[in-house]
């Protein structure tokens, strides 16, 4: 099945530098990759996601890219603030119908230093 | 629009006892729904997917069931609630490959085993 790792698992940056999360997956048929973002107590909520067939996708201070060939994607935030603060997840769905499941790796805990 | 509710939102229960978290979609229709636990300071685990009425996958051998009685209905259940079991436990529901694949979450319950 489906293994999705993300590195680092926390991460410290000083407000106004740039963020770099990184994630590979092991499904080469996974089409679907989403971002979402968690603050405490709360679920997860969707930032960014790219399909397999777009390289990168970029939400104003939030982009995305992906390398299918390497089967690696990446989330960067530009110009970091506080509320940026919180723990990211990046994820891979199959897109198998009878089996399509979303895989999640595990977590960065990104804090953004004053 | 799309709401997902997720209930009790924090839950505490003696070892032993059983456990039925209830999670419900409203404004869509066959929806694949999932169950996620979170434990503290981790990532996501899958633990049941489902896509459609009474169809029930398993990842994780565990001292837990799920159920889907109704097409926007997931129940997650034990009948003996371990230690172990503490965690954060979120319900999510995705649309079906041709449509949004976005997944979105519910609010989650905290769950504490004593």
């Known amino acids: 099945g489906e293994n999705v790792e993300q590195h680092p698992s926390t991460l410290s940056v000083q407000e106004g530098d740039s963020a770099v999360i990184k994630c590979t997956y092991s499904d080469s048929a996974s089409n679907y990759f989403p971002w979402y973002k968690q603050e405490l107590g709360k679920g997860p909520q969707l930032i960014i996601d790219i399909r397999s067939n777009v390289g990168e996708k970029k939400d104003q201070r939030i982009a995305v890219t992906l390398n299918k060939t390497a089967k690696h994607f990446s989330l960067h935030i530009t110009e970091t603030q506080p509320e940026d603060s919180a723990v990211y997840f990046c994820?891979?769905?199959?897109?198998?119908?009878?089996?399509?499941?979303?895989?999640f790796g595990s977590g960065t805990r990104l804090s953004i230093r004053p | 629009s799309q709401t997902i509710h997720q209930w009790p939102a924090t839950l505490v229960q003696p070892v032993g006892s059983p456990l039925s978290l209830e999670c419900t979609v409203e404004g869509t229709s066959n929806p694949n729904l999932y169950w996620y636990r979170q434990a503290a300071g981790r990532g996501l685990q899958l633990l049941f997917y489902?896509?459609?009425?009474?169809?029930i996958s398993s990842e994780v051998p565990q001292n837990l069931s799920a159920s889907r009685p109704q097409d926007r209905q997931f129940i997650l259940s034990s009948k003996k609630l371990l230690l172990s079991d503490s965690g954060f436990y979120l319900c999510a529901w995705t649309g079906r490959l041709t449509q949004n694949t976005e997944a979105f979450f519910g609010q989650g319950t905290r769950l504490t085993v004593v």
């Open positions: 489902s896509v459609g009425i009474g169809q």
């Open positions: 994820a891979a769905r199959t897109p198998y119908s009878s089996a399509s499941k979303i895989i």
